[in-house]
């Protein structure tokens, strides 16, 4: 069965849509990946597929949520990499919970998900930003949640509310949920403030903050236009910290497996 992980945290502009899409690439080197798209914008479809999100309209998460099966709606990327688009129809989603909607609301995506969990080896979920339907489906949906920190003082501020969802989750909708770490994202090593703010995160969170930071780098956003791909040593350069990250993450999630 496969393994769901999301990324997430209430801001936005903090990393996810890149790390998610980045660690879906780098995982189905030797793993079959899905990725979902959880975000109305759609950034990850048109990261991943370098196709305009509209191309999906009426074949997107929304639709396989509504008939609880995403088999017709997965568009498939490259060997062992395929996607579960979203565009913007995806805002409507709390409308639909709660006027359409039989049962428990939380559970929609956890329900569509299932059909499919036995088929990939990871499922990695972008969820929006923020703390509404969106995103406690897909926290209620995951095994493990990675918590996205831009190393700026807004981002550090969420962190602790993000965290109690996480808790409220965890009583209430998916006691299977486990933390898995939090990311710092976007670090300007040429900035004193974003240092401090890792080394308070590791002094208030100590072993919860992963090894791995993610530096800005301008070759991360020539990747939205121009594709992933390894083929050059800045591409290569610029993967190499989410490469270091997402051993981290299997590393811990092996761990948090056999306990």
């Given at each position: ?108 995506l956890c329900d569509t998900l299932r059909v499919v969990k036995d088929d990939y080896d990871y499922i990695l979920i972008d969820l929006p930003p923020n ?129």
């Amino acid at each position: 069965m496969g393994i769901t992980i999301s990324f997430g945290i209430q801001k936005g502009g903090v990393g996810k849509t890149t790390t998610t899409a980045i660690c879906a690439y780098l995982l189905a080197r030797k793993s079959k990946v899905l990725a979902v798209d959880f975000d109305s914008q759609g950034n990850l479809t048109a990261f991943l597929t370098q196709r305009n999100i509209y191309d999906f309209e009426g074949h997107t998460v929304l639709q396989a949520m509504m008939e609880r099966n995403p088999t017709p709606y997965i568009q498939t990327v490259a060997d062992n990499l395929d996607v579960l688009p979203a565009e913007d129809l995806l805002a409507t989603f709390a409308r639909y919970t709660y006027t359409q909607q039989k049962g428990d609301p939380n559970v929609i995506l956890c329900d569509t998900l299932r059909v499919v969990k036995d088929d990939y080896d990871y499922i990695l979920i972008d969820l929006p930003p923020n703390l509404g339907e969106q995103t406690i489906n897909g926290l209620t949906a995951s095994d493990y949640a990675v918590v996205m920190l831009q190393t700026e003082p807004f981002c550090f501020d969420a962190l602790d509310r993000y965290i109690e969802l996480l808790q409220h989750i965890q009583e209430r909708t998916n006691p299977n949920l486990r933390l898995s770490g939090i990311l710092a994202t976007m670090m300007d090593s040429r900035t004193t403030l974003d240092s401090a703010i890792i080394e308070q995160a590791i002094k208030d969170y100590e072993d919860v903050v992963f090894k791995s930071v993610i530096r800005r780098r301008a070759r991360i956003k020539e990747f939205s236009i121009q594709g992933l791909q390894s083929k050059t040593r800045a591409d290569n350069s610029a993967l190499r910290p989410y490469q270091d990250f997402v051993k981290e993450l299997k590393e811990r999630v092996k761990e948090s497996a056999t306990r």
